[in-house]
């Protein structure tokens, strides 16, 4: 491992069940301190990435990296790197949250237990109960304090917060800017793959959004919401047929104009003054606008 | 010292970068009296948590403001806000505040404000921030 390499590189990686085309010909690189997003519709190809990358599914194509090494040779030391919360949380049911926590730990090389005792604290878990009687939320926090607490330089989320009450999405997140980012700031790298969007979107600081398995955008946020613009204008009369070739959407309603623009705001806004709007408002698109205007266009 | 709760709204829908609406936020407060100098500014992880942002934007944020000698950062204390803003020179301030007032001036015509409407519009706004500033000085002699 050296010290330069990226925290995840995929390339060109492809996987099919079957027939059936999961990921086809996937790019992307993260790099260390990021927090980087993965976004995608159902079955878009996002558990079938994160599967390669946890050696549990060879790539039939191309190759991922963790840290530079390879999940599928050097599955010890990729482990030892990162730590996982996956969208189906399954513990021994038999085992309460002390002895899942401890068997976990077990693994480890490191295990914070001041951390463990605060996020048990906060998530009011009983150690006592055992996991099978948990309520699936209850079973993510468990999964996540396992996540955390083992102070890994890569956390792997496969869609964290779906399924769960919104309370628990917020401490969620709350506990992974907090808790997990607390160490070694710009260090800590977040790999997320999420359709609940708007819950991560102060936390991204690029993603990509892929379907069908292939990828259609990659995009730092800061710049995709500087981009992306929702322009809408209203005239006196009927709105002019100007030609928005460049525009994502357009939309006509009576005397009003609305376009989805990616870039070409500034010359669509001139264009558009010239024809003397009543009104005229622009605002950016938030990643999940983003993500929804990318898949439909 | 206390640590004074500026309320810092995030909006995704402004198109500006996270960093920076932190930024202008926090001089605005400044600006407006609602932090003072000497007072303490949240620290990076509790603000990051309760605005559900990456700590590297507060971070980042922070930074930035510190090198704009807005605030500065006591190791093992926290960040405070500095008694006295800029470093930098008149012309340069003057220079920076032109290419802010040309933008507005630009905005002013295209939404059809004439100039003498603009320059009350001008006054009006500056003697609201007087108020707000007066305000929270009175408040602080009364604390």
């Keep these: ?297 | 010292m206390t640590e004074r709760q500026v309320i810092l709204q995030i909006n995704f829908k402004s198109g500006m970068p996270i960093y920076l609406q932190v930024v202008d936020q926090v001089k605005a407060a400044a600006a407006s009296g609602a932090l003072r100098p000497g007072e303490m500014l949240p620290s990076i992880r509790p603000l990051a948590e309760e605005l559900r942002v990456n700590r590297n934007t507060i971070a980042k944020a922070y930074s930035e403001l510190e090198s704009l000698g807005v605030i500065e950062t006591l190791p093992g204390r926290g960040c405070f806000l500095k008694e006295n803003h800029s470093g930098l020179r008149k012309e340069v301030r003057r220079k920076l505040l032109i290419a802010e007032i040309d933008q507005v001036i630009v905005q002013a015509h295209h939404l059809q404000v004439a100039r003498d409407e603009f320059l009350e519009l001008l006054h009006e706004r500056m003697d609201v921030l007087d108020v707000k500033r007066r305000a929270s000085k009175d408040h602080k002699k009364e604390g």
Excluded at chain 1, 61 to 66: D, F, K, L
Excluded at chain 1, 106 to 126: A, C, G, I, V
Excluded at chain 1, 191 to 211: A, C, K, N, Y
């Design chain 1, 1 to 297: 491992m050296t010290s330069s390499a990226p925290a995840i590189q995929i390339e060109n990686l492809s996987y099919s069940y079957g027939s059936a085309e999961a990921v086809n010909g996937l790019t992307l690189t993260v790099q260390p301190g990021r927090c980087y997003a993965l976004f995608g519709r159902n079955g878009a190809g996002k558990t079938t990435t994160m599967k390669c990358l946890l050696n549990l599914l060879r790539p039939q194509r191309g190759h991922v990296r963790v840290f530079g090494l390879d999940p599928s040779k050097q599955e010890v030391g990729v482990k030892r790197l990162l730590s996982y919360v996956p969208d189906q949380v399954a513990f021994y049911p038999w085992m309460n949250v002390r002895e899942t926590l401890d068997y976990l730990a077990s693994f480890r090389e490191r295990w914070n237990r001041k951390t463990e005792h605060q996020l048990l604290e906060r998530f009011q878990l009983d150690p006592a109960q055992r996991t099978g009687s948990l309520s699936k939320g209850q079973r993510t926090q468990v999964a996540l304090i396992a996540a955390i607490c083992p102070e890994t330089d890569l956390l792997v989320l496969d869609e964290p917060t779906s399924g769960l009450d919104p309370i628990v999405r917020r401490e969620f997140i709350e506990t992974v800017i907090g808790a997990y980012q607390d160490g070694n700031l710009g260090n800590r790298t977040i790999f997320v793959s999420t359709h609940l969007i708007t819950e991560f979107e102060g936390l991204i600081d690029e993603f990509t959004i892929i379907d069908r398995g292939r990828v259609v955008a990659t995009l730092d946020s800061d710049h995709a919401r500087h981009r992306y613009q929702k322009i809408r204008a209203r005239f006196a009369q009927a709105p002019p047929e100007l030609d928005f070739g460049a525009a994502l959407r357009v939309r006509r309603e009576g005397r009003e104009l609305e376009l989805i623009v990616n870039g070409t705001g500034p010359e669509l806004l001139e264009r558009l003054r010239e024809h003397n709007p009543e009104a005229l408002t622009t605002e950016a698109l938030t990643l999940e606008e983003i993500f929804v205007a990318t898949l439909k266009s």
